[in-house]
């Protein structure tokens, strides 16, 4: 768990920034934050240039400060001398002293308005963007506006009064309105709207393709995930297995375990320690829960009758690179092994649903999108995890930002029209 | 378990067993926390200056600010202290108390009068007390007694020549300090003024008149006094260099003996206060933070650096930078460009930003590869580069009359 910085502990990290020439943070920035400026303005005592530098720079900015992977303190120079400056403990440190709506000023809405379908970051920031660019952004959203870091990230990683807050800025200053509905076809956007903006995310989780996984005691990781953010206690039992090694699989793992401290809780991934995609952060977090890993182990089968008993993996070898350039697991000949377990949860990845007909997709699901980021049909652009695939909360907002831009010069008549 | 070098001087034929001495000031005005001082290894103390005025000197508190960064807040520390609260009573009790204590130490005392039979009864009854020194406060930030009456006495020259005269003349072989102020016209004018008068040294030299700070929301200066502020006499770090100059100006023109004072943070500072020309150094602000502790580090410091350099004592140091000391017209011109040590720099491209923004357009940055290129066309040799980068990869190449020589930051 990250910690908020004192007044002083924010002064003392700051003035351990260089202020770099062309900062190498800012580029690693997805949302392109001007890092090195906002902590300048720390140093000087003006935290509320500090906040307008971050909030314009980044729609959601408040929940990167926390739920952030933080690329920029993978570059950043400091790190050559001693260690990398904190910097989103600092980017913290100003959202928890700032108010973003001091001083705010809105240009009135009087041009075309614009369909966002799916609020979350992609969309929110699609929209605060159209928003201050004179357009009438709706949003459309079938469940709770704000997308993961409001559906499924635990309370205990971004509390509900974070999420509320920024989400709620966001709704009140930037959405004309939210409207609460399933949209499936464009069709139903035809008139009224100027252009569209799809950013559904991915709704569907994907399946491990082995025997019983339809068998009672078996979940995908995020009806867990969303289950224990609304308050509800999930329906894991004593023994989990979580199958995955991603940061879903992580989160998941760390909220089943702070759920129920006496519940084994074993994070069964097909690779190494390694390997592991997640983010170092969440795995470190796990770790101090009391997450166990089982690494090198290739899920085989899950056993049980009317419910689950367990799952037979077998015993992996790392063989060549694949396309991700990490390690392939190869099986051990005659090295399965049974795991006993009362549930298994499911996190090996999510999947785009099929709604929108008409909109071309790729292969694996995903919405085509041309530079301008528009879709096959006119008018339509895409941006987020339904583009990308499963993705950061930073690279989604940046998604929606470019999106907005794009979306005005088509309406202007400069892009796609022609 | 480590040889100990003998680092012990003589000052105005009292010997010192290590150059640093606790100033007038704080540290020196209460008996326990000054012989705790001399206890922790400091070589003497100059007991904070007192006077035969009965009328009480009143304090105002809060005293102290400073201003810094946060993590090196007292870069500068204000105060508007004024001189002992003690009677010369008390200072004279003192000083037999801790010479006997402490006989091999230097047990100083600082004074301030108003009229001629002041200043002489001053250095009778501490003379008598068994006194080793005695330092004539001629530059409080507050203002002086007696000869010129708000303000500083060593801003004139005739009350600093005058005066200097009565006290060298009641303490005859007692040596006499005149501590000045670098707020005049003509640091060198002052110091002839003391030499003429006959003072034993001159101590270069006391806080400097300034105001610390301002509160921007309520207007209040630093420090604030239930809202009301005034000037402060500034020390720290912050003013060694105007120490510097001070004390190299005196030591260039005037023959006397100098103390040094005023910034010295760590034994390098007092390194390059002797080099200018003072014998010794006194510290104030440094042990108001850290406390007596420091003296550690300032005794094995200068050993070390005696050893290293090949010193036989302190003493040795004494004006060794005078000599390279010129003034701008008599200085050389040597071809001079900006040299990047490759292997230290860290790309945080900061040289970049002061050369092109504030030097010659002479650095071209490399965004890829993250590294700044001099181009020697356009380098004049400013050295703006060489100070901000934080880990010293530049340096300045000098070339003249076919030698060559780098100009780099040595820590």
Wanted: negative net charge.
């Amino acid at each position: 768990m990250q910690t908020t910085l004192s007044r002083e502990q924010a002064l003392l990290e700051a003035e351990r920034c260089l202020y770099c020439y062309d900062a190498p943070c800012e580029k690693a920035c997805p949302s392109a934050v001007p890092v090195s400026d906002f902590i300048y303005s720390i140093k000087t005592g003006n935290l509320k240039g500090a906040m307008e530098i971050i909030v314009e720079a980044n729609p959601l900015i408040d929940i990167c400060g926390i739920l952030c992977p933080a690329f920029c303190q993978d570059v950043c120079t400091r790190k050559q001398i001693d260690s990398t400056v904190r910097i989103r403990a600092l980017h913290r440190y100003i959202m928890e002293n700032t108010d973003m709506e001091e001083n705010l000023e809105i240009p009135e809405a009087t041009k075309e308005k614009v369909a966002i379908v799916g609020g979350g970051p992609a969309g929110l920031a699609c929209a605060r963007e159209l928003r201050m660019m004179g357009y009438r952004p709706y949003i459309f959203e079938k469940k709770k506006i704000g997308g993961i870091p409001a559906q499924e990230v635990s309370s205990a990683r971004f509390s509900e009064g974070r999420a509320d807050r920024e989400i709620g800025f966001i709704k009140k200053h930037f959405a004309i309105d939210v409207i609460n509905k399933d949209v499936d076809s464009i069709d139903e956007l035809a008139n009224g709207y100027a252009a569209v903006f799809i950013s559904t995310g991915l709704a569907d989780e994907q399946d491990l393709g082995i025997p019983r996984e339809a068998l009672e005691g078996v979940y995908k990781a995020r009806e867990i995930l969303r289950d224990i953010k609304d308050g509800r206690t999930s329906k894991a039992g004593k023994r989990v297995g979580v199958i995955g090694g991603g940061n879903v699989a992580i989160e998941v793992a760390s909220a089943l375990k702070a759920e129920n401290p006496d519940r084994d809780v074993e994070v069964i991934y097909r690779r190494g320690m390694k390997e592991i995609k997640a983010f170092p952060d969440e795995i470190e977090e796990a770790n101090e829960l009391g997450v166990t890993f089982q690494f090198m182990a290739i899920p085989k089968e899950i056993r049980g009758t009317d419910k689950v008993e367990g799952i037979v993996v077998t015993r992996a070898h790392l063989g060549e690179p694949d396309e991700s350039g990490r390690r392939q697991p190869e099986p051990v000949p005659d090295s399965d092994f049974f795991i006993p377990l009362d549930t298994v949860v499911i996190a090996v990845g999510q999947k785009a649903d099929k709604v929108f007909p008409g909109i071309q997709r790729k292969e694996n699901g995903l919405i085509s999108v041309d530079e301008n980021m528009m879709t096959s049909v006119k008018g339509v652009f895409a941006g987020g995890d339904i583009v990308r695939g499963a993705s950061t909360i930073v690279e989604c907002a940046s998604d929606g930002k470019k999106a907005a831009e794009k979306i005005a010069k088509y309406i202007e008549g400069s892009v796609g029209n022609v | 378990m480590y040889k100990e070098k003998d680092i012990s001087i003589d000052f105005l034929g009292i010997h010192l067993e290590n150059p640093f001495v606790l100033s007038a000031a704080p540290p020196t005005d209460e008996l326990e926390i000054a012989y705790d001082g001399l206890k922790a290894g400091w070589a003497g103390v100059i007991l904070k200056t007192t006077s035969v005025e009965n009328n009480p000197v009143l304090l105002k508190y809060p005293m102290m600010s400073s201003f810094g960064p946060q993590g090196r807040k007292v870069t500068g520390l204000g105060n508007i202290d004024l001189i002992s609260q003690y009677h010369i009573d008390d200072i004279e009790k003192r000083v037999r108390i801790l010479k006997e204590a402490f006989p091999e130490k230097m047990i100083g005392a600082s004074i301030m009068g108003a009229r001629k039979e002041d200043w002489q009864n001053l250095v009778w009854r501490l003379k008598k007390a068994g006194v080793d020194l005695i330092e004539c406060s001629f530059s409080c930030p507050q203002g002086s007694m007696g000869e010129a009456p708000g303000r500083m006495l060593a801003q004139s020259i005739e009350a600093t020549e005058k005066v200097t005269g009565w006290v060298k003349e009641a303490a005859e072989d007692t040596p006499v300090l005149i501590k000045i102020t670098p707020q005049v016209t003509d640091i060198v004018e002052v110091a002839h003024a003391v030499k003429r008068g006959g003072a034993d040294g001159i101590t270069a030299s006391n806080t400097i008149p300034s105001l610390v700070g301002i509160d921007i929301n309520t207007f209040e200066p630093y420090p604030s006094l239930a809202g009301k502020g005034g000037y402060s006499g500034l020390s720290g770090p912050a003013i060694k260099p105007l120490t510097l100059r001070t004390i190299a100006e005196i030591a260039s023109n005037v023959d006397i003996v100098i103390s040094g004072n005023g910034g010295a943070f760590s034994w390098r500072d007092a390194v390059e206060i002797m080099a200018v020309g003072a014998s010794n150094v006194q510290f104030c602000t440094l042990p108001m933070v850290y406390g007596f502790r420091t003296i550690r580090d300032l005794k094995s410091g200068l050993a070390h650096y005696l050893m290293d350099m090949g010193f036989d004592s302190p003493m040795d140091i004494i004006g060794k930078a005078i000599q390279n000391i010129y003034s701008h017209d008599e200085l050389p011109s040597p071809y001079t460009r900006a040299e990047l040590i490759g292997e230290k720099c860290i790309g945080c491209g900061l040289c970049f930003d002061a050369c092109n923004d504030g030097g010659h357009r002479a650095i071209a940055w490399d965004g890829n590869t993250r590294r700044p290129n001099i181009d020697e066309e356009k380098c004049v040799g400013c050295a703006m580069c060489m100070q901000v980068c934080p880990v010293d990869a530049i340096r300045m190449k000098e070339k003249i009359d076919d030698s060559l020589n780098y100009f780099v930051i040595r820590r």
